[in-house]
């Protein structure tokens, strides 16, 4: 996944990739409980792997319940 913004309005960096990352969000949220019915473990699956791209060492801190 990419988010792509128009950089020859800096004015509106901030406000494009703020309302796209309420978009995704939402769509994750969404797909992770419909998904719920069918694999009860996925938002489990879904944080382990998150963890693995980014390493255990890495500084971040994950708040997977604002997905669900």
Same mark, same amino acid.
Do not use: Y
């Given at each position: 996944?990419?988010?792509?913004?128009?950089?020859?309005?800096?004015?509106?960096?901030? !406000?494009?990739?703020?309302? @796209?990352?309420? %978009?995704?969000?939402?769509?994750?949220?969404? #797909?992770?409980?419909? /998904?719920?019915?069918?694999?009860?473990?996925?938002?489990?699956? !879904?944080?382990?792997?998150? @963890?693995?791209? %980014?390493?255990?060492?890495?500084?971040?801190? #994950?708040?997977?319940? /604002?997905?669900?």
């Amino acid at each position: 996944m990419a988010l792509v913004v128009d950089l020859s309005k800096p004015e509106e960096l901030w !406000l494009t990739v703020d309302r @796209w990352l309420d %978009v995704i969000k939402t769509r994750v949220s969404a #797909v992770i409980r419909d /998904a719920h019915n069918t694999d009860l473990a996925l938002k489990d699956k !879904l944080h382990q792997s998150a @963890w693995q791209c %980014v390493g255990e060492e890495h500084e971040v801190t #994950v708040n997977l319940s /604002a997905f669900c």
